[in-house]
């Protein structure tokens, strides 16, 4: 059965940091990403890591965000530094066994999500 689970999100404070972590079980090779969702809109792609270790970010978190995955832990990660309010969002985990370096941010090239993490960043 394959399965993600993801952990850490919370509250902060504008500017703060949240690391996001995604635990895998059943994929041996596979692509793996982080989308988010904020109330009213749709799902979007934050961040993307193929299975050679290429990323992709959305342009809204370039430079903030960094993804990285530790294979022998099948552990997915994101490290989310200066948050501001418009990160506000549930954020999932999402991974496949088939996958592109072009479609990491797509949502309809993932087949399994997990349950999701709240992040919120107010003052």
């Known amino acids: 059965q394959v399965q993600v689970v993801e952990s850490g999100g919370g509250s902060v404070q504008p500017g703060g940091s949240l690391r996001l972590s995604c635990a895998a079980s059943?994929?041996?090779?596979?692509?793996m990403g982080w989308f988010r969702q904020a109330p009213g809109k749709e799902r979007e792609g934050v961040a993307g890591?193929?299975?050679?270790?290429?990323?992709s970010y959305a342009d809204s978190v370039k430079g903030r965000f960094i993804i990285s995955k530790d294979n022998a832990k099948n552990t997915l990660y994101l490290q989310m530094n200066i948050l501001n309010p418009e990160d506000t969002a549930m954020y999932y985990c999402?991974?496949?066994?088939?996958?592109?370096?072009?479609?990491?941010?797509?949502?309809?090239?993932?087949?399994?999500w997990g349950q999701g993490t709240q992040v919120t960043v107010s003052s």
């Open positions: 999402a991974a496949t066994s088939r996958c592109s370096y072009y479609g990491l941010l797509l949502a309809a090239e993932y087949a399994t």
């Open positions: 059943g994929y041996t090779t596979y692509c």
């Open positions: 890591i193929d299975s050679a270790g290429r990323t």
